[in-house]
């Protein structure tokens, strides 16, 4: 395909330049036309008559031609101001569907660029960008220069370099899932064994704690019920010396030490209930102000392993 340069305004001047010729000719012509179309006759005879005839035939003639040469040149210029007006129509045209093919570019690479912004980094969505618009640059102005062959190639380009932004900005991606999800499955893993830890820290302090707890009461309650059960037998054994002394005594003391022994069981019966609950009560205090202790440092250590 050839490829034609032309200057509307140098065109347009031409024609004007043109259509001054035509005018002058055309004056001239009117001005020669009645000397040379209506000639004199020399003389009266037949020969001038014949001449003068002959030259004014010449001379109508002459405007004849200049006629057509002026409808010629007439429609000669008429053509080339049309031509140049087309010429700067087509312009115009291709200027506007040049324009038209940049807006339709910039909304392309708007929506290129609003679909890879909504789902990639803000680094990558400007890379994607400006390679978008550095590809539709070069090809509107190659467009501009020559033909729309530069705006398919330089659109072409784009879309490469846009495809190879989308793919690299893929496998990004993949290899961010890949890390999170290892990163994940590597937490998860330490997660689980801390907590796994921490139940088995849990059951082996709770049984420790109870095997202490049944352990120390084990060894306390004998000891309890055995001193118990001594003073219990001394204070028998010690009744029993008493009444036996009593009844060897004279008879006139033995209402008295019968009496005596009487108080002592009395005594002895309504000390017996307040020594129970006494030790009942010691014991509840010792173990009821121990325990919480314990478990609030059990519960505060088991906290901090969490």
Do not use: C, K, W
């Amino acid at each position: 395909m050839s490829f034609v340069t032309a200057v509307p305004e140098l065109v347009e001047s031409a024609a004007q330049d043109l259509a001054g010729i035509r005018s002058a000719l055309v004056e001239a012509a009117q001005a020669v036309a009645v000397p040379t179309t209506a000639l004199a006759a020399a003389g009266e005879d037949e020969v001038s008559a014949a001449i003068a005839a002959l030259f004014g035939t010449f001379g109508q003639e002459y405007q004849a031609v200049s006629a057509q040469a002026a409808s010629f040149h007439e429609s000669f210029v008429r053509v080339l101001s049309g031509a140049a007006a087309s010429y700067v129509e087509a312009e115009v045209a291709n200027g506007a569907a040049l324009l038209a093919g940049e807006s339709a570019a910039a909304a392309v690479s708007g929506g290129f660029s609003g679909g890879l912004t909504a789902g990639l980094s803000a680094e990558l969505a400007l890379q994607a960008a400006n390679s978008l618009a550095t590809a539709f640059g070069s090809g509107v102005s190659g467009l501009a220069l020559q033909t729309g062959g530069a705006l398919v190639s330089g659109l072409g380009t784009g879309l490469v370099q846009t495809g190879e932004v989308i793919v690299s900005a893929g496998q990004a991606l993949q290899n961010l899932g890949s890390f999170m999800a290892g990163a994940g499955a590597g937490l998860s893993a330490q997660a689980s064994a801390a907590l796994t830890q921490a139940m088995n820290l849990g059951g082996s302090l709770s049984a420790q704690l109870g095997a202490s707890l049944s352990g120390n009461f084990n060894l306390a309650l004998p000891e309890l019920i055995a001193g118990f059960n001594n003073g219990l037998t001394g204070l028998i054994q010690t009744g029993q010396t008493i009444t036996t002394s009593l009844i060897g005594s004279a008879g006139s003391g033995l209402g008295a030490l019968f009496q005596t022994g009487g108080t002592v069981l009395t005594n002895f019966g309504s000390a017996l209930p307040e020594f129970a609950a006494q030790l009942s009560g010691a014991i509840s205090a010792t173990v009821g102000s121990s325990l919480p202790g314990l478990v609030g440092a059990f519960d505060s250590g088991f906290t901090g392993l969490v």
